[in-house]
């Protein structure tokens, strides 16, 4: 019975292992500031300090690129799935694929075409 379980008890061991020493690790290794400064005590974001982007919007091209990048990486997730049981599926499964990659090509010569991917 051991034997069934011995896989999911070394796995369960690393799950607990690595993050602890992880935390160990911050601590053992982490850098103390030499002293607190009115500097410090600001939100930094992105390399640029909260105070110079205070009334800065963003461009909407930016938030444009971010939902375009995460569609497209859902996307490209669910073709993982349909990639491991292609063989089973047969020339049926191989034309859904190439039907579904085809709709992606298409959405992204659009997305192109548009400008939408040039900042």
Known sequence: MLRDW?????????????????????????QR???RTRARGLPFES????GAMKHQRFTISFYLTAMLFILFDIE???????????????????AEFAFFVAILAVAYVYIWRKGALEW
Do not use: D, E
């Open 47 to 50: 390399g640029v300090s909260r």
């Open 76 to 94: 490209i997730v669910f073709m993982y799935p349909l990639a491991v049981i292609l063989h089973r599926l047969a020339w049926f499964g191989f």
């Open 33 to 35: 500031p030499a002293r």
């Open 6 to 30: 011995l896989p999911f008890l070394i796995y369960g061991l690393f799950a607990l292992v690595v993050p602890t020493s992880m935390i160990v690790a911050s601590f053992v290794f982490a």
